[in-house]
């Protein structure tokens, strides 16, 4: 069959279909598009109705292909880890904003937040946390085939850093409430880095009640946060004793990233 028969009969989105195509055929996506009518190779053809069956089963693309592009950096990724969105390079600008020589990364998954924060100011000390054993693999992977010097430590949020403190504290945490009806279609991602709680703010509460005690005088912390969460997470950071609490909005104005400082 040609590659224009193949993706016509595909049934999945035709973006997803021209890069599952690409990875099944062994060759860019540009290529797919530039020559529809080239033959596919019994092999390719296998591959890539393999790679279409798991993506109308809802398996992420990204996992399909074992890779995903964020922030200019093309990060390994599997099931141990969540796909970084693209709304969550609003907190890698954000956190550019200010000025840091020392910086953490709490719940780090792929590393695609320390990754891409050190790639541009590397100069600055960055240290990535993760509890999963098997996501801390994925990041630390990441960071040498990428050639990124990021330390990093296993534990739960703050707790492996005893005693430090830092200019900026980012997080992307789980903040999805227990019982959301989109969970559903989230199967094949982590859980633990999908939910946390009733209202899915415990995550969020923990860090911010922590954070000033590992903020540097004059340091941030900036969280990410879901849709309509953003007044109950300022009340979090304002609670903790944070100044200049604010929510900042995405592309599509929706506030996504909360941040507050310390004195």
Request: proline residues 5%.
């Amino acid at each position: 069959m040609t590659v224009s028969e193949v993706l016509h009969q595909a049934g999945v989105d035709a973006r997803e279909a021209r890069l599952l195509l690409a990875a099944a055929s062994g060759c860019s996506e540009a290529s797919v598009v530039a020559f529809p009518e080239r033959q596919l190779s019994c092999e390719a053809h296998s591959r890539f109705i393999d790679f279409v069956k798991r993506r109308l089963k809802g398996e992420p693309v990204a996992y399909i292909l074992g890779r995903k592009e964020f922030y200019g950096l093309e990060l390994v990724v599997n099931s141990a880890v969540m796909v970084p969105r693209p709304e969550t390079e609003l907190l890698v600008d954000l956190a550019l904003q200010r000025d840091f020589s020392s910086l953490v990364d709490l719940g780090t998954g792929s590393g695609a937040i320390a990754l891409a924060l050190k790639r541009q100011r590397p100069a600055a000390r960055v240290v990535a946390v993760e509890a999963s054993a098997a996501a801390l693999e994925v990041a630390k992977r990441n960071a040498v085939r990428l050639g990124i010097d990021v330390e990093f430590r296993q534990g739960r949020w703050l707790q492996p850093l005893a005693g430090e403190r830092f200019d900026v504290i980012v997080a992307n945490p789980p903040y999805v409430a227990e019982g959301d009806p989109h969970l559903p279609g989230l199967v094949f991602e982590p859980r633990l880095a999908l939910t946390s709680g009733a209202d899915g703010l415990d995550a969020i509460r923990e860090i911010a009640r922590e954070s000033p005690g590992y903020l540097a005088r004059g340091g941030w912390l900036l969280v990410e946060h879901g849709m309509g969460q953003e007044a109950a997470v300022r009340a979090l950071l304002q609670q903790a004793g944070l100044e200049e609490v604010d929510s900042c909005p995405d592309l599509a104005r929706i506030p996504r990233v909360a941040a507050g400082k310390v004195k």
